[in-house]
């Protein structure tokens, strides 16, 4: 059989796949015919996407494959975590650099499949192709939406306060490709309190909270104090030198993927005392009425109680 | 508000593409939340995705972005197709060079979206990123199956017929880009007769038939003389001037996107009478027993009823 490269790579890593994969009831096809069947317990489908690529979101040169591959699926999961969604399947397309394309996505799948096995997450189909350019790798996951109903940007109220999971900032010292996606976290929330809103954090905290509170039509007062800074933000603005703190990179550095939500204060509290989980939950601000005197409506609060406006400041990546 | 090129893009992008959808009640949180809900009307999803590449499906310097974004979409419509599944919702993750992004995104979903509109596929989102390689587009699109369920590459029986939608060769003239994948053919032959298994003929005929048998555990013999050979595979062999005949380039050349099925004759003989669609039904072979002395069980038969060996050669892309 004639076929050139692009197609025998694929071929033969289908191949490798089908015996490396368990087989799954869920999405039986989706590896040996023109599409994938899911069988999902309802008619409603959660669903995202996220392509990543080489030099912006990784560099092979530096991170091993199965980092990237384990990544690639992650910051997908991080999405339907914001969602309050339960994972179901995944189809991920890759374009591979030629040269040891076939060794290459093996190594982005001995990644990959673990983090799915965790998850419960089928991987029921996808695209490999190879080409002249660098990686590209892009996962589509699909999820259900619990009993609870899907949690959106949009619900947050004024009065709810701001509740976060983990650690923020420094994500860059390794946090970027080993979170652990808070889908458990996010799917015990929504069971056991009343959530408004919320969403992942992969922006970075104030430009992702402008997001939700955009989304929502609130401001937001966020109590600088009660931020939790993680310890890489420190050791990351003591290796950068340029005059940042810590407090700088917790509040806008990108893929912490911790989850900001928006509720009522009451359960909030609760949930702070209690700490049911295996992360901890800091209430870090409260919603406040849309926009003030035409800015934006985010405020930073002092320890001294003194207000600032917040401007929101993404992750240059 | 300081967020860089990748992202500064993307918002740029997300608004007018705001702008210039139309709202669609079945997929309303894809632009603006983490992920995309779709509201089936069963817990059967078909799914597929194809990720498209500078320099081995398209090449901006030739193809006008436009349909570069409509081939992005219509190849994934053409999986849909060979399922017999109704197009439903598609994200779309993009990684664009970083000169000129923006443009170059809208205009390949000035091509992507009139083609969306024409098979009702809301576009529900995605993922838009630039970066310094070249230009990768990767579409997943999601479908319901029929009441007659999916077609599968597997179902094909000893004694069935292959039957082909259009005319097949030479698509690097054009049809590559301009084919109009058969999704309505594949639900009104689904619906109005037995279809035992189909594929979409993405890879040349030869190949496909191959992958068709393999799934079905079949052999099969093509009647070469019948094969709708296209006037652009005469063109194209007279273009090459390698030897080549018109008959080859139908045989393996790929992107056709035409649709091969499996079906008993009579049903398929009926179908090639009344020619019930817009394009010609040709019956073009039978369908055998499995394997034939260890040989991959495929076989061409000339007009004088000779049969060969028919070696599966695919498009070289």
Same mark, same amino acid.
């Given at each position: 059989?004639?076929?050139?490269?692009?197609?025998?790579?694929?071929?033969?890593?289908?191949?490798?796949?089908?015996?490396?994969?368990?087989?799954?009831?869920?999405?039986?096809?989706?590896?040996?015919?023109?599409?994938?069947? !899911?069988?999902?317990?309802?008619?409603?489908?959660?669903?995202?996407?996220?392509?990543?690529?080489?030099?912006?979101?990784?560099?092979?040169?530096?991170?091993?494959?199965?980092?990237?591959?384990?990544?690639?699926?992650?910051?997908?999961?991080?999405?339907?975590?914001?969602?309050?969604?339960?994972?179901?399947?995944?189809?991920?397309?890759?374009?591979?650099?030629?040269?040891?394309?076939?060794?290459?996505?093996?190594?982005?799948?001995?990644?990959?499949?673990?983090?799915?096995?965790?998850?419960?997450?089928?991987?029921?189909?996808?695209?490999?192709?190879?080409?002249?350019?660098?990686?590209?790798?892009?996962?589509?996951?699909?999820?259900?939406?619990?009993?609870?109903?899907? @949690?959106?940007?949009?619900?947050?109220?004024?009065?709810?306060?701001?509740?976060?999971?983990?650690?923020?900032?420094?994500?860059?010292?390794?946090?970027?490709?080993?979170?652990?996606?808070?889908?458990?976290?996010?799917?015990?929330?929504?069971?056991?309190?009343? !959530?408004?809103?919320?969403?992942?954090?992969?922006?970075?905290?104030?430009?992702?909270?402008?997001?939700?509170?955009?989304?929502?039509?609130?401001?937001?007062? @966020?109590?600088?104090?009660?931020?939790?800074?993680?310890?890489?933000?420190?050791?990351?603005?003591?290796?950068?030198?340029?005059?940042?703190?810590?407090?700088?990179?917790?509040?806008?550095?990108?893929?912490?993927?911790?989850?900001?939500?928006?509720?009522?204060?009451?359960?909030?509290?609760?949930?702070?005392?209690?700490?049911?989980?295996?992360?901890?939950?800091?209430?870090?601000?409260?919603?406040?009425?849309?926009?003030?005197?035409?800015?934006?409506? @985010?405020?930073?609060?002092?320890?001294?109680?003194?207000?600032?406006? !917040?401007?929101?400041?993404?992750?240059?990546?």
């Amino acid at each position: 059989m004639t076929i050139v490269v692009g197609r025998a790579v694929e071929l033969e890593f289908l191949r490798w796949l089908g015996e490396r994969l368990p087989a799954d009831g869920r999405a039986p096809l989706g590896l040996r015919d023109d599409a994938a069947i !899911l069988e999902l317990s309802g008619p409603r489908v959660v669903t995202t996407v996220d392509m990543l690529t080489e030099g912006v979101d990784f560099l092979l040169s530096q991170d091993d494959p199965e980092r990237v591959g384990r990544k690639a699926l992650a910051v997908n999961l991080s999405d339907l975590a914001a969602m309050a969604a339960r994972p179901v399947a995944a189809l991920v397309a890759m374009t591979l650099p030629r040269d040891g394309a076939l060794k290459l996505a093996q190594r982005l799948f001995e990644g990959l499949i673990p983090l799915a096995e965790e998850f419960g997450v089928a991987l029921a189909g996808g695209d490999t192709n190879t080409w002249d350019g660098p990686l590209a790798i892009s996962v589509t996951l699909f999820g259900e939406v619990s009993e609870r109903g899907p @949690l959106l940007r949009s619900g947050a109220r004024p009065g709810d306060v701001l509740l976060v999971t983990g650690k923020l900032g420094g994500s860059r010292l390794g946090h970027q490709f080993d979170f652990t996606p808070r889908v458990r976290e996010a799917l015990w929330l929504a069971e056991h309190a009343e !959530l408004h809103a919320g969403i992942d954090l992969s922006d970075g905290l104030s430009l992702d909270l402008w997001r939700l509170c955009q989304a929502s039509g609130v401001g937001a007062i @966020l109590d600088v104090a009660n931020v939790p800074v993680s310890e890489d933000a420190a050791r990351w603005a003591v290796r950068l030198a340029d005059g940042s703190t810590a407090l700088d990179h917790a509040l806008s550095d990108g893929e912490d993927f911790e989850l900001l939500l928006a509720m009522p204060r009451e359960a909030a509290e609760r949930l702070v005392k209690e700490q049911p989980l295996a992360c901890r939950l800091t209430i870090i601000g409260e919603c406040v009425t849309g926009e003030c005197a035409g800015k934006a409506g @985010l405020w930073r609060r002092e320890a001294d109680g003194s207000l600032t406006p !917040l401007v929101p400041r993404g992750y240059e990546h």
